[in-house]
């Protein structure tokens, strides 16, 4: 045992992050709700590789993940988007590009980081593969989880352009966290087909089955 152990989970006690529980960042029956499998979807023309069914226990990592900057909870959301992305290598024999779906300028600055830019960059440390962030949006949108499925689409239609135009990229994975409706990842895969690059797929943690 570490010296003063006891001491530091007095002053820095540890609590589920999906129940609130005392004891772990994620308790058993939690950790039942979190549990990692081979989802496939489709976003259009984009296979959609996921790892987690959204749930009460999932939303309540990824709040704390996205919006707290909890550093266990990043950890979980990673550790999906991990899994999601080894399914999609495996399934699609491909190994390209991580192009994560861009926040808005308003989230990061209220979020204090990039957040789908700082979780993608680890995602493609541990299988190694490089990441460009070839996305940013033109205008502001409105949040969408306040938005139907046939809003959102409407929402983000034209939000989405290519930042840049590096060399000797052809084929790319969009990365994201969450798939609800697809909006998103449809508008990321329209704009950067429409700049000449291959969308091979996308691969997200969370999943909301079925798509709505």
Do not use: W
Not at 29 to 46: I, M, N, Q, W
Not at 170 to 194: P, Q
Request: glycine letters at 8%; hydrophobic letters at 40%; proline letters at 5%.
């Amino acid at each position: 045992m570490q010296p003063f152990a006891g001491l530091q989970d007095l002053l820095f006690p540890v609590y589920c992050h999906g129940c609130g529980a005392l004891g772990e960042s994620l308790c058993s029956p939690c950790k039942t709700s979190y549990e990692l499998h081979d989802f496939l979807t489709r976003v259009g023309a984009a296979l959609t590789f996921s790892a987690v069914a959204y749930n009460s226990v999932a939303r309540q990592i990824l709040l704390a993940s996205k919006e707290d900057g909890v550093r266990s909870a990043d950890e979980l959301i990673v550790r999906a988007l991990e899994f999601s992305l080894r399914h999609a290598l495996r399934k699609t024999g491909k190994t390209p590009v991580l192009v994560p779906i861009p926040s808005s300028p308003q989230a990061v600055r209220k979020r204090g980081r990039d957040y789908l830019g700082e979780i993608s960059k680890r995602v493609s440390d541990l299988v190694d593969l490089p990441t460009q962030s070839l996305l940013q949006h033109t205008r502001r949108v409105k949040d969408q989880t306040l938005l139907g499925a046939s809003a959102r689409y409407k929402n983000l239609e034209g939000a989405l352009v290519l930042k840049k135009r590096p060399i000797g990229i052809h084929e790319v994975f969009l990365i994201d966290d969450l798939v609800t409706t697809g909006a998103t990842l449809n508008e990321a895969v329209k704009t950067l087909e429409m700049s000449g690059f291959r969308v091979v797929g996308a691969v997200t943690a969370l999943v909301s089955l079925p798509l709505r």
